[in-house]
Nanobody, 125 residues
Framework: VQLQASGGGLVQAGGSLRLSCAAS????????MGWFRQAPGKEREFVAR????????DYADSVKGRFTISRDVAKNTAYLQMSSLKPEDTAVYYC???????????????????WGQGTQVTVSS
């Protein structure tokens, strides 16, 4: 399974970006797809997740109301729409997938089996 993250870039505070995570080598069914981010000197942190089969979503408090995770089943691709971006959103964003069908501890990076390569998001003030 390969995950290809894209869509990062440089944006001013208040702006928007949409990240994509295209999966190949596996057709998702009961999988869970998550987005995480890691800023320099900080641990990787949970951002959002979606269950592939029912679109159930969860978000970190820091992004709730500003970010939206979604998926396109036909394209086997997940998205992270980011709006009202803040400088503190600056980080490398990673997508990850867990094929187990289990939803517990979805906020933990250890739950996820497959990882994309990361895409840089920089928000200037």
């Amino acid at each position: 399974v390969q995950l290809q993250a894209s869509g990062g870039g440089l944006v001013q505070a208040g702006g928007s970006l949409r990240l994509s995570c295209a999966a190949s080598g596996r057709t998702f069914s009961d999988d869970m797809m998550g987005w995480f981010r890691q800023a320099p000197g900080k641990e990787r942190e949970f951002v959002a997740r979606i269950r592939w089969n029912n679109s159930k979503t969860d978000y970190a408090d820091s992004v709730k109301g500003r970010f939206t995770i979604s998926r396109d089943v036909a394209k086997n691709t997940a998205y992270l729409q980011m709006s009202s971006l803040k400088p503190e959103d600056t980080a490398v964003y990673y997508c990850a997938a867990d094929p187990s069908g289990y939803s517990g501890r979805y906020y933990s990076p250890q739950r996820y089996t497959y990882w994309g390569q990361g895409t840089q998001v920089t928000v200037s003030s």
